[in-house]
């Protein structure tokens, strides 16, 4: 079962919000990842989660907050985002290491007003 | 500094015609992993292949075929008999010891349009 899922798929909100994104994956992976991907552009990678500890953070803005609560599960909080924000949110994981591959899910489809 | 180039940015062919996606790396790794994903319109990034720098047999799955030559650090994927489905964009990544967590360095993409 190589199944990563997301919620939601969709996401609108405004500038004063705060929500949260949510990534689950049930393969025994130790390294989960946020990208974010605007259009007709690759991902970008935002952050990376290794044995449930913050292990990158490619100097996200702090609007932007991750939390692994535990090997599973992964959450992006969202807060006082802006227009240009708006994107397709893409959690990714691993097993832990360079060889390993991303499996990705579906992705949050996120628009901020 | 690692960088992968995908120098077609949009292709577009007819059903049943065979198309190449070429994509070229640059790392001073000895030891690195490409990949190739597809994401079709909906979103989801899918896995399609990982092959390490010591692996350069060229591999085959059904209509999907790849080519791995290190003398022109290029890793170029192939679909034979292309059909509508195969509408996507493609992306080449690479991944490397330099980078220990597994740090993807993604091509720009190929946006692949197979026409009825």
């Known amino acids: 079962d190589t199944e990563v899922t997301q919620t939601p798929k969709h996401l609108v909100m405004g500038m004063t919000n705060k929500k949260s994104l949510k990534c689950e994956q049930h393969?025994?992976?130790?390294?989960m990842y946020w990208y974010k991907q605007k259009a007709k552009k690759p991902p970008e990678l935002m952050f990376v989660?290794?044995?449930?500890?913050?292990?990158i953070n490619e100097s996200v803005p702090s609007r932007f907050s991750p939390e692994c609560p535990n090997s599973s599960l992964l959450n992006l909080h969202l807060h006082a985002l802006q227009p240009e924000d708006s994107a397709l949110y893409l959690c990714?994981?691993?097993?832990?290491?360079?060889?390993?591959?991303?499996?990705f899910g579906p992705g949050t489809r996120l628009l901020v007003l | 500094a690692q960088k992968v180039t995908q120098a077609q940015t949009e292709i577009s062919v007819v059903e049943k015609e065979d198309v190449t996606l070429d994509c070229v790396y640059e790392?001073?790794?000895?030891?690195?992993?490409l990949f190739w994903y597809k994401q079709p319109p909906s979103g989801e990034l899918v896995f399609l292949i990982r092959?390490?720098?010591?692996?350069?047999q060229n591999e085959i799955s059904g209509r999907y075929s790849w080519n791995f030559q290190k003398s022109t650090s290029s890793f170029n994927f192939t679909i034979t008999a292309s059909q509508v489905v195969d509408s996507a964009v493609y992306f080449c990544?690479?991944?490397?010891?330099?980078?220990?967590?597994?740090?993807?360095?993604f091509g720009q993409g190929t946006t692949l349009q197979v026409k009825p």
């Open positions: 990714a994981s691993s097993q832990e290491g360079v060889r390993e591959t991303q499996y």
């Open positions: 393969m025994g992976h130790r390294a």
């Open positions: 790392t001073r790794d000895t030891t690195y992993y």
């Open positions: 989660y290794s044995y449930e500890k913050l292990s």
């Open positions: 990544a690479l991944s490397g010891p330099a980078s220990n967590t597994g740090k993807l360095i």
């Open positions: 092959r390490n720098s010591f692996d350069e």
